[in-house]
């Protein structure tokens, strides 16, 4: 039996995260959630997930600084989740290879062909 891949969602609003780490769970993830960048960082040395959920918005800085250190995230592909797009921070996404940009409320049927 193969592992199953990781995910990493990284969402300062518990209710979001833990919804997202029950859907990912459904759809064959090994899901773990980070709350901040610092507690990110954290996980993305310990566990390197294939997949990053990444909030624009945390409590200690911007999400678009974790998604820049290449060398912190790995391979992992990013999906950058926010309630506030802007076209600087799609086009900043873009630029960085984002693997997609969510905007919340998310759509589970939308994050389920992202994941797949």
Do not use: C, W
């Amino acid at each position: 039996m193969s592992a199953r891949p990781k995910l990493l969602i990284v969402e300062d609003d518990e209710n979001s995260a833990e919804m997202l780490k029950a859907f990912a769970q459904n759809e064959g993830f090994a899901a773990s959630v980070a709350n901040s960048l610092a507690d990110a960082r954290q996980q993305l040395i310990l566990h390197r997930p294939q997949v990053v959920l990444l909030d624009l918005h945390l409590p200690d800085g911007s999400g678009m600084d974790l998604f820049a250190d290449a060398s912190l995230r790995g391979d992992a592909e990013v999906v950058l989740i926010t309630g506030k797009a802007s076209v600087e921070t799609s086009v900043e996404a873009l630029r960085l290879g984002a693997a997609d940009y969510l905007i919340k409320p998310v759509s589970l049927k939308l994050l389920r062909n992202v994941l797949h």
